[in-house]
Nanobody, 120 residues
């Protein structure tokens, strides 16, 4: 079955770059009908879309984060990676990777999430 697993450091210092990887199993990340996203949830807040990468490497970012966010993919490893520079305490959140499908127009599969804390 399809599984997504986030990995990366749990603690990042302010002004540094956060890097998280999502490893996908049970499916290819090359299908046109799927989009691969990063979504986060800060304490006491709702889910916030961070960005998405498509089958061809096209990327889409939340406007408020666009200047310091980058998503890339490695199809051979079935992984996609989030990099966010100049992090601040307000970037503290649980970060999830997820797959959106055109078949259902919904996020069908989610990782369990990984907690990232920005603190000195």
């Amino acid at each position: 079955q399809v599984q997504l697993q986030e990995s990366g450091p749990g603690l990042v210092k302010p002004s540094q770059t956060l890097s998280l990887t999502c490893t996908v199993s049970g499916t290819s990340i090359n299908a046109q009908r799927h989009l691969w996203s990063w979504i986060r949830q800060s304490p006491g807040k709702g889910l916030e879309w961070v960005g998405t990468i498509d089958y061809a490497g096209g990327t889409y970012y939340r406007s408020s984060l666009k200047s310091r966010t980058s998503i890339s993919r490695d199809a051979d490893k079935a992984q996609f990676t989030l990099q966010m520079s100049s992090v601040a305490p307000e970037d503290t959140a649980r970060y999830y990777c997820a797959r959106w499908s055109a078949d259902t127009a919904a996020y069908e599969y989610w990782g369990r999430g990984t907690q990232v804390t920005v603190s000195s």
